[in-house]
């Protein structure tokens, strides 16, 4: 399986961005997805997840209520929604595969990172 990240960007406070991850390979639609990003010296951490059926999201404290994470099963993608950016968002995202979760061992995949910068 290959995930191919995009969408990043640099961006004011406020506005909103959507990460593309497409998937090649493998059948998409039997496992989990995830967004991590990871900024400048700090450690990988959980963004989103979706399960296989996308009838379950989770999300980390930070983002609830300004991102959404969906899937689209038919185009092997999965997107990452991003309003009211703030600083604090800036890192690079990777998006991943695997058994789901806000763990990264739970994933066995990962795509190579977009960057997002959000300006003040």
């Known amino acids: 399986v290959q995930l191919q990240a995009s969408g990043g960007g640099l961006v004011q406070a406020g506005d909103a961005l959507r990460l593309s991850c497409a998937a090649s390979?493998?059948?998409?639609?039997?496992?989990?997805l995830g967004w991590f990003r990871q900024a400048p010296g700090k450690a990988r951490e959980f963004v989103a997840a979706?399960?296989?059926?996308?009838?379950?999201?989770y999300y980390a404290d930070s983002v609830k209520g300004r991102f959404t994470i969906s899937r689209d099963n038919a185009k092997n993608t999965v997107y990452l929604q991003m309003n009211s950016l703030k600083p604090e968002d800036t890192a690079v995202y990777y998006c991943?595969?695997?058994?789901?979760?806000?763990?990264?061992?739970?994933?066995?995949?990962w795509g190579q990172g977009t960057q997002v910068t959000v300006s003040s």
């Open positions: 390979g493998g059948t998409f639609s039997s496992y989990a």
């Open positions: 991943a595969k695997g058994r789901g979760g806000k763990f990264t061992w739970s994933y066995d995949h």
């Open positions: 979706i399960t296989w059926s996308g009838a379950t999201t």
